[in-house]
């Protein structure tokens, strides 16, 4: 099964016109053409699509990402497994934030103010 440059834009909400783009900068060249030069999409382009945009999610460059899914000693479990650690280390992160906005509110509901330290250390080792 293929899918055209429309149908994969729809299935992903990624514009065709961005399709077009990893196209023209070898980060995702479609498998297939059409006698009329269409761009055809298999499934394994899917599956390179889902990795690249989890990685652009995750804040990684399109020429990162390139360098990235060309390693050949990565498979796409390997991926995975790397995107799922950078999303729970994002996650626990943004749940640290998450209290201590919380914490924040109340302490301004209360009418306590906080000192320079207590306001920044969530921020910590932000970088």
């Known amino acids: ?53 989890t990685y652009r999610e995750l804040g990684f460059p399109l020429e990162e990402i390139g360098e990235i899914l060309a390693d050949q000693d990565a498979d796409a479990l390997s991926h995975l497994r790397r995107q799922h650690a950078l999303l729970v280390a994002r996650m626990e992160r943004l749940r640290k934030m998450i209290d201590a906005v919380e914490f924040m509110m109340e302490a301004q509901q209360m009418g306590i103010q906080l000192t320079p330290e207590e306001r920044f250390e969530v921020f910590g080792d932000f970088d």
């Not at 297939?32 to 390179?48: I, M, P």
């Open 1 to 53: 099964m293929s899918y055209s440059v429309g149908e994969v834009a729809r299935l992903t909400g990624v514009t065709v016109r961005t399709l077009h783009h990893y196209d023209e900068i070898g980060l995702l060249s479609p498998s297939g053409r059409t006698a009329a030069g269409y761009r055809r999409y298999a499934e394994s382009d899917l599956a390179r699509l889902q990795q690249i945009l």
